[in-house]
């Protein structure tokens, strides 16, 4: 006989559906094309909406922000508290830029911040192991060679582990 399960805590499983719900909300501000469905449908001109999106500022905090999968989201949430980006964001040709310049932000970040030795202090990153560069053991203050990109892995191959820098083993 199987042992009796833990009683639910209703109040417990609310919050966890509402957090859930707000992380979902929080990271779909990352798209550009989503913010323009937002702002087409009306949703910028509502109070209620607007005060809802200054409520979603604790997001910003260490301890929230280090769920999300998308840290530009948290960007995206600071230029909504602006009423002329809201009142912008109607105009497809903002929202191309912002996906422009979103899409050479997430192409050159890596080359910029990291392999050039410096370090980032973007909560996210730092406590996402997902999102963790591989650095050498060298000091941060050591300034890095600037290397090639890794070349990907080819299809089928196993993903990397934890640590594991792709060099071959010695022992």
């Known amino acids: 006989m199987a042992p009796p399960e833990p009683p639910v805590d209703?109040?417990?499983e609310s919050n966890r559906a509402r957090f859930e719900?707000?992380?979902?909300?929080?990271?779909?501000?990352?798209?550009?094309?989503?913010?323009?469905?937002?702002?087409q449908r009306g949703y910028f001109q509502?109070?209620?909406?607007?005060?809802y999106l200054k409520y979603l500022?604790?997001?910003k905090k260490r301890e929230?922000?280090?769920f999300l999968a998308y840290p530009q989201a948290l960007h995206h949430l600071e230029l909504l508290q602006e009423d002329a980006f809201r009142k912008a964001l109607s105009n497809h040709n903002v929202i191309v830029a912002l996906d422009n310049q979103q899409y050479q932000h997430w192409r050159t970040w890596?080359?910029?911040i990291f392999?050039?030795?410096?370090?980032s202090d973007h909560a996210c990153r730092r406590n996402n192991p997902a999102m963790q560069p591989r650095m050498s053991s060298a000091p941060p203050t050591a300034r890095q060679p600037t290397a090639a990109a890794?070349?990907?892995?080819?299809?089928?191959?196993?993903?990397?582990q934890p640590g594991d820098d792709g060099a071959a083993s010695t022992t």
């Open 46 to 51: 509502q109070e209620e909406f607007v005060n």
């Open 115 to 119: 392999v050039d030795g410096a370090t």
């Open 64 to 66: 929230y922000a280090r």
């Open 21 to 39: 719900i707000e992380l979902e909300f929080v990271q779909a501000l990352a798209s550009p094309f989503y913010l323009e469905t937002l702002a």
């Open 10 to 12: 209703p109040v417990r």
């Open 57 to 59: 500022l604790y997001w």
């Open 110 to 112: 890596y080359d910029s």
């Open 150 to 160: 890794p070349k990907p892995a080819p299809p089928g191959a196993p993903p990397p």
